[in-house]
């Protein structure tokens, strides 16, 4: 087994580091390497090096001082992935204030409450719409004097509202002089919880915390170098996935990102761009496996020939796992991915893919060994805000099922009570202006995450499910909503799964139509004309959901099998009230939104 570094180790690396004097570092030492891309009106991409981008930075960063930016103060950033957010993220760090980005879906009355609870005194937003919504509760914030807009549009801005340009306008900053003067210790991003659970949390990360997070991960990654290396950016950037994969790693070890504002053009931008390393929710994947099934399912004798390489491929990349692989094994994966593989990955976009990570939700394993078995090493990484992103990642040593071992320089343990707990330098340095919230994580030195989990011999993680979403039926049974919903997902036509069963007589569920195999499936079945909603109440359709209901309900214990469902024909879309942004179930939005269908399956039995 490799040796990982310790928290000591690590701690001895980043000594004395911040992110923009890494940064720094890099531009100095790769000035003419591209840094950051966005498409343009006409297809083509606008390009910045990373010495444009430093520079860029270095008026932005004049900009904030010139508005007197104090140390520790607060700036709201609101807006889409593109490359103004990195230089207006950076700009800030340089200024010592805290960068705060906010969702874009968020509701005037979520900005009013993050505003406020930050005490913002400056916003820099994308364009009219953004602004439209801050409007219309800043008479509630009586400390936000200053709002920048890039996109202002052509009509006339109200007063203490100017073009983002105008930050541009005073001359470039000295970041050398700047950078000296970050600390380790100054808060270097709020990232607040998504509130599933109730008022969003503001966990502060620290310019410790963010090199020390990105000195490990760059343990991880088996790159000789990171210069250049290709990443898409397409998750909101106020999630401490997509902020420590395509904007801290990008600053301090030199991805070339390449901005996707929205988040449904991802495919599409993996086609233009073939990145060489991948972070994705789990929702991205399984529509990836979706989508190329139901192309495959388009000529039968193709797909059949393809499920029979796969099927190969999945024991030749098991005995790979296990050590015990032959040369002709390896020899017969080679021709299978020259006949079948290596194409769809091509038409994919992920031909290039060195890295692919999945996380932020459990993804069943059989799609994580699927994308193994046609050539993307996908690999799955646990974490969350507090440990500023990952606490458990093996994408060198992958065992599908598990989360991973625990990354260099985190020390990880399952309690008592069988919580995952963790410490190392990655762990957060609290909630802001919650210190009772803060003593209930953090004790001892320990995260405690919340989550139950299990860790083998080898110290592999298992995750089981969150701690306080674990289903109590009405006997006192306790119950993994998450490992009942991975497996529903796995029927053929189901896209979203939500476990009903809380102190309830027996478990039910929620299934919703995968919108991109369904109408595949009614086209090659006579049902072309029908919509998603029509296909919910089709009895053959239903039928079919039936038998893998009864099938699934095979792999677990009699009460947990599911006794009653409900199908729906609607999608659930990323950042709505029943999905949060990176696809995790909102429970309270979906009881609230079907209770009516949940109550249905109880009527006169529960």
């Given amino acids: 087994m490799t040796t990982r570094a310790t928290i000591a180790e ?259 931008y993996l086609g233009h761009v073939h990145p060489q390393i991948v972070f994705g929710v789990p929702r991205v994947y399984e529509k990836v496996y979706a989508g190329v099934n139901a192309v495959l399912a388009g000529d039968p004798e193709k797909k059949e020939k393809f499920d029979e390489a796969v099927t190969a491929a999945l024991e030749i990349k098991a005995a790979e796992r296990a050590g015990t692989i032959t040369q002709e094994q390896r020899e017969t994966w080679d021709f299978l991915d020259a006949v079948a593989f290596s194409t769809v990955r091509g038409l994919v976009g992920i031909d290039s893919v060195e890295v692919a990570v999945t996380g932020a939700a459990p993804l069943p394993a059989y799609i994580l060994e699927w994308f193994n ?43 008592d009570d069988g919580e995952v707990i963790c410490r190392g330098g990655n762990v957060f340095q609290g909630y802001l202006k919650q210190p009772d919230k803060t003593a209930e994580t953090l004790i001892d030195g320990w995260l405690h995450t919340g989550d139950i989990g299990e860790m083998d011999e080898d110290g592999y993680v298992r995750i089981v499910d969150r701690k ?60 072309g004309d029908k919509s998603l909603a029509e296909l919910a109440e089709d009895p053959e359709v239903i039928a079919l959901i039936q038998a893998g209901v009864d099938e699934i309900n095979q792999q677990f214990a009699q009460v947990e099998q599911i006794k009653k469902f409900v199908l729906l024909g609607e999608e659930w879309m990323p950042d709505s009230e029943v999905l949060t942004p990176t696809s995790k179930l909102k429970r309270r939005g979906i009881h609230a939104r079907y209770d009516g269908q949940i109550e249905s399956m109880y009527a006169g039995l529960d």
């Fill in 468 to 527: 306080k979403e674990l289903i109590i039926t009405s006997g006192g049974k306790n119950i993994s909503p998450a490992n009942l919903e991975a497996a529903l997902k796995t029927i053929e036509l189901v896209g979203q799964a939500c476990a009903i069963g809380d102190n309830r007589k027996f478990c039910s569920a929620l299934l919703v139509l995968d919108p991109e195999v369904a109408p595949v499936w009614a086209a090659a079945n006579g049902k």
């Fill in 373 to 415: 078995a046609i050539g993307v090493p996908l690999s799955e990484i646990y974490g969350m805000s507090e440990s500023s992103g990952p606490i458990t990642w093996s994408p060198q040593a992958n065992r599908p099922g598990y989360v991973g071992q625990a990354i260099p320089g985190c020390e990880v343990r399952i309690a």
């Fill in 10 to 268: 690590i701690d001895r690396t980043v000594t004395g580091q911040t992110a923009p004097r890494q940064f720094l570092k890099l531009v100095e030492a790769n000035p003419d390497s591209p840094a950051l891309n966005r498409m343009n009106a006409e297809g083509g991409w606008d390009s910045w090096t990373f010495a444009q981008f430093r520079d860029q930075v270095a008026h932005a960063a004049a900009g904030l001082a010139s508005l007197g930016v104090e140390p520790g103060e607060r700036v709201l950033l609101m807006m889409s992935n593109r490359p103004d957010f990195h230089w207006f993220d950076i700009a800030a760090q340089f200024t010592r204030a805290t960068p705060v980005s906010i969702y874009n879906s968020s509701s005037p009355e979520e900005i009013q409450y993050l505003a406020e609870h930050a005490e913002a005194r400056i916003a820099i937003v994308e364009n009219e719409g953004f602004l439209e919504r801050i409007l219309k509760i800043r008479d509630e914030l009586p400390r936000l004097t200053n709002i920048f807009v890039i996109e202002p549009g052509d009509g006339p801005l109200p007063d203490g509202v100017a073009p983002a340009e105008e930050l541009f306008a005073h001359g470039a900053a000295d970041l050398d002089a700047l950078g000296a003067a970050t600390q380790q210790d100054d808060i270097a991003t709020l990232i607040y919880t998504s509130g599933t659970t109730g008022p969003p949390k503001g966990v502060m990360i620290s310019q410790y915390n963010v090199v020390y997070t990105v000195e490990l991960l760059s343990q991880c990654i088996d790159f000789d170098d990171f210069v250049g290396k290709r990443a898409v950016s397409y998750l909101p950037m106020a999630h401490i996935a997509e902020r420590m994969m395509s904007h801290y790693q990008h600053m301090m070890l030199g991805y070339n990102v390449y901005c996707c504002p929205d988040p449904t053009l991802l495919t599409t």
